[in-house]
């Protein structure tokens, strides 16, 4: 496997430096530009939806959630915070090793926390679709909107990307 991974890299390497005239450092620069943009994207989404789950048990109605739907908030609670220190991880990351060349752990970590965090996030959203179906509705109904929801998330944030990830199509042909 991780001769896989470090031949994939070579290839990438070769191809970055053939189409885009990038050195290796140009490419960890782009990398980790390019994943600060994605992050930007999902931080404000996540510090919401924790912060929204957070202030529910101060609210009148929360004591009238029986202990399945507790059990669920918990559960989603649990998935959201995670997934909120994973997706703030590079930041706090980034100041500890600014200025200390250490790019390629950087982009590595931050990428894996990125990845992580995506998946948390994922499934404390359909957690957050369970209780809020439930509540709305009945267990059953919560239950079938929370599946479908991650089904979805498995869907177009897991299976599509690796599906189109193995495809033979690229942009430009590989250098020869």
């Known amino acids: 496997m991780d ?23 140009e490419r960890l620069d782009r990398n980790w530009s390019n994943l600060l943009q994605e992050l930007r994207v999902v931080q404000t989404g996540v510090q919401l939806l924790t912060g929204f789950l957070l202030t529910l048990p101060f609210q009148q109605r929360f004591t009238e959630l029986d202990a399945h739907s507790r059990t669920v908030y918990l559960g989603t609670v649990a998935l959201s915070v995670a997934s909120t220190v994973l997706l703030i991880a590079p930041v706090g990351m980034h100041r500890i090793l600014f200025r200390r060349r250490r790019l390629t752990l950087l982009v590595s970590a931050a990428h894996r926390c990125a990845y992580l965090g995506l998946l948390l996030l994922g499934t404390a ?25 991650l089904i979805g998330f498995t869907t177009f944030w897991v299976i599509a990307p690796l599906v189109m990830r193995q495809s033979d199509h690229t942009d430009f042909s590989p250098p020869q």
């Open 3 to 25: 001769g896989d991974v470090r031949g994939i890299d070579q290839r990438d390497q070769r191809w970055d430096w053939a189409a885009r005239h990038e050195t290796r450092v």
């Open 125 to 149: 959203l359909a957690g957050v679709t369970t209780l809020i179906f439930s509540s709305v509705a009945d267990r059953t109904t919560g239950w079938l909107a929370g599946g479908i929801a």
